[in-house]
């Protein structure tokens, strides 16, 4: 390994100070980490002329899926897992800029509060799902207890085992009473992941996207892949399978996802017909208090 390679990755090796040690996790099979998708037989970039138009198209599409849900009253569950800086933001972004936020939103949970801990596992997430009308995107959830509370011993082992046991039971509960609920896997391979979070250090803008945690999932990128295949094995159920994204090349990846996401919801098209702007109210001898009554933002621009 050259020098320039052992100084980047020695610039992610960063471990958080009391971070109990990973607990043991059954063998992996020898293909648990992702391979590397980087290589010149990988996907190709996609040029962004091609990339704008067509997410232009399936964003008009999510307009008439949410009209449909609005309409026939469906309550969506979304999930979206995977790995740290695999683009599952960046999907959800493309999903979200273009609807009413009164029907679809976003859940990001933080860390849980004390109170929370002494819950059910799960109550924390179900105030969170949809009424009927609404569509509801995860940016992770209860599936932390299945990685980043598995891998960095924040659960013991009997909630883990407890929560492979019930994870299934609650989802079906959760389609039995008449939730679609989708869940994706955002994959990125070894050499992608470092490759961005090297952008996010040298990015001001992005600095805030690196927690002492995502540096550390670095270290036990094997650790990971054990506990994802682990959660696969149990909760890739018929009711509701797990559908992986194949991430490193992001473009591709938010077409690919959101395009899927059309297909899981059969919807017809209830695109209001063209608006005809009333005219506006005489003025009926209202006048206008002075400007300089009023506090404005400074025009720097």
């Not at 996609?46 to 309550?75: R, S």
């Not at 004390?114 to 969170?128: G, L, S």
């Not at 009473?177 to 001001?204: A, H, M, N, T």
């Amino acid at each position: 390994m050259s020098k320039d390679s052992k100084s980047k990755k020695a610039k992610l090796e960063l471990v958080e100070p009391g971070i109990p040690p990973f607990q043991d996790l059954p063998p992996a099979e020898a293909d648990e980490a992702e391979p590397d998708k980087t290589s010149s037989s990988g996907p190709k970039k996609i040029k962004l002329a091609v990339y704008e138009a067509e997410l232009a198209k399936l964003q008009v599409e999510l307009v008439k899926l949410q009209e449909w849900i609005k309409h026939k009253g469906l309550k969506v569950v979304v999930i979206f897992e995977g790995r740290d800086a695999a683009g599952k933001g960046g999907v959800i972004k493309r999903i979200t800029e273009s609807l009413n936020p009164r029907i679809c939103r976003v859940v990001a949970l933080g860390t849980p509060t004390e109170r929370e801990k002494t819950q059910w596992y799960f109550q924390r997430y179900v105030a969170h799902l949809p009424a009927a009308g609404e569509m509801v995107l995860f940016d992770r959830s209860w599936y932390n207890r299945a990685g980043v509370e598995r891998v960095m011993g924040f659960c013991t082992e009997d909630e883990h085992q407890e929560f492979l046991r019930s994870c299934p039971e609650f989802e079906r509960m959760l389609v039995r009473s008449g939730i679609i609920l989708i869940k994706y896997w955002f994959s990125v391979s070894d050499e992608e992941q470092e490759r961005r979070f090297q952008s996010r250090i040298v990015d001001p803008t992005k600095r805030w996207k690196l927690s002492p945690m995502d540096l550390e999932s670095r270290r036990r990128w094997l650790q990971y892949s054990r506990a994802k295949d682990e959660m696969f094995a149990h909760t890739d159920i018929k009711q509701a399978p797990w559908f992986v994204v194949e991430a490193d090349v992001k473009k591709r990846a938010r077409l690919n996802c959101i395009k899927h996401l059309l297909s899981m919801i059969p919807y017809e098209d209830l695109t209001p017909a063209p608006i005809e702007l009333p005219p506006r109210q005489d003025a009926g001898g209202y006048v206008r208090p002075p400007m300089s009554d009023q506090t404005f933002v400074p025009d720097d621009y």
